[in-house]
């Protein structure tokens, strides 16, 4: 069983940046596809960005497109979630997800990826 354990979240003002961290149990086939979603109160839960884990393939949502960045150290069984210019939307609770397979146009599908970790809270000031 894969276990995620998610760490960065805080509170900043709106402008600033912050950089989430997603390290990873082990590194075996179960992690090959990673992805970042993200919930806020009374939403559902939305796609924010998944890599593959040899970095060939990367998507993000068009809220986030130019403002996000996500990577991953494989040495380090970790992924990451760079968030420059930092809006009041963004405030929610930052999942990350792991998946064993790549299907092409899945990558933003929650429903698809069998392991999560716990959250962690990120709010933006205006």
């Known amino acids: 069983q894969v276990q995620l354990v998610e760490s960065g979240g805080g509170l900043v003002q709106a402008g600033g940046s912050l950089r989430l961290s997603c390290a990873a149990s082990?590194?075996?086939?179960?992690?090959?596809?990673m992805g970042w979603f993200r919930q806020a109160p009374g939403k559902e839960r939305e796609f924010v960005a998944a890599?593959?884990?040899?970095?060939?393939?990367?998507d993000y949502a068009d809220s986030v497109k130019g403002r996000f960045t996500i990577s991953s150290d494989n040495a380090k069984n970790t992924m990451y979630l760079q968030m420059n210019n930092l809006k009041p939307d963004d405030t929610a609770v930052y999942y990350c997800a792991a998946r064993p397979t790549f299907v092409l146009g899945t990558m933003r599908i929650h429903t698809r990826y069998p392991y999560w970790g716990q959250g962690t809270q990120v709010t933006v000031s205006s």
């Open positions: 890599i593959t884990r040899t970095g060939s393939t990367s």
């Open positions: 082990e590194r075996t086939l179960s992690t090959y596809v």
